[in-house]
């Protein structure tokens, strides 16, 4: 059975600083990998999405790898921003059986101005 | 292109009483899964549809229920409502070919009185 570990659960950084959020999962076959931001009592915004034949995606200030073999994916933030405090979810897409998404239990991100 | 959109937005209802809320996903996309998410459990799967039918279902009670229509729009019901069904559902579209992105909606807050 799939498992999706986030850490550290609550994470608080003084702005501008580069900080790297981690995703651990058990079932290294995978198809994708998702990163999303959710803002408080708000729905999911999607970050970055990386398909399993994939090791990194980027998108501005975001670079997100994953490393099938050790059943590992990081979220690197640069120069972060009060703006970019949010809860940060990562989602294993899974294909046994039929499609579907595991979602980790979420780091909380404060960047203090 | 419209985003995914669910109503509605909050809805309050008393133990025993039963709930239905609806998902629209974007144009196009065919998959409609719905989750639950809550502070003790985090995100859950409930179940997903496609092309009107239930391909993937996850590990909740038979109060939790859904079903999909011919233009992909989809509901889900909540019989005998209990106040552990406070929660955020989130219902998530996608394409079932390629890269199975997920786009969420805001969401409907349910609360069980």
């Known amino acids: 059975k799939q498992e999706v570990t986030q850490i550290p659960a609550a994470l608080s950084v003084p702005e501008g600083e580069n900080l790297v959020l981690n995703c651990s999962f058990t079932?290294?076959?995978?198809?994708?990998l998702q990163w999303f931001r959710q803002d408080p009592g708000k729905g999911l915004t999607s970050l970055l999405l990386?398909?399993?034949?994939?090791r990194e995606q980027t998108s501005g200030r975001l670079n997100a790898s994953l490393d099938k073999s050790s059943g590992r994916s990081t979220l690197y933030i640069a120069a972060s921003q009060p703006g970019d405090s949010a809860t940060y979810l990562c989602?294993?897409?899974?294909?046994?059986?039929?499609?579907?998404?595991?979602f980790g239990t979420g780091t909380r991100l404060k960047v203090l101005a | 292109k419209a985003g995914v959109t669910q109503t509605p937005r909050y809805l309050i209802k008393t133990r025993g009483q039963q709930v239905t809320l609806s998902c629209s996903p974007i144009?196009?996309?065919?998959?409609v899964s719905w989750y639950q998410q809550t502070p003790g459990q985090g995100l859950q799967f409930l179940f997903e549809?496609?092309?009107?039918?239930?391909?993937n279902k996850g590990n909740f009670p038979g109060r939790f229920s859904g079903r999909q229509f011919s233009n992909s729009r989809s509901e889900m019901n909540v019989s005998t409502l209990e106040l552990g069904d406070s929660a955020l559902y989130l219902c998530?579209?996608?394409?079932?070919?390629?890269?199975?992105?997920?786009?969420f909606g805001p969401g409907t807050r349910l609360t069980v009185t």
């Open positions: 990386i398909q399993s034949s994939q």
């Open positions: 549809y496609f092309s009107e039918t239930q391909r």
């Open positions: 144009s196009g996309h065919r998959s």
């Open positions: 989602a294993v897409g899974t294909t046994s059986g039929t499609y579907k998404y595991i």
């Open positions: 998530a579209s996608s394409l079932i070919q390629g890269t199975y992105e997920q786009y």
């Open positions: 079932d290294s076959a995978i198809y994708n």
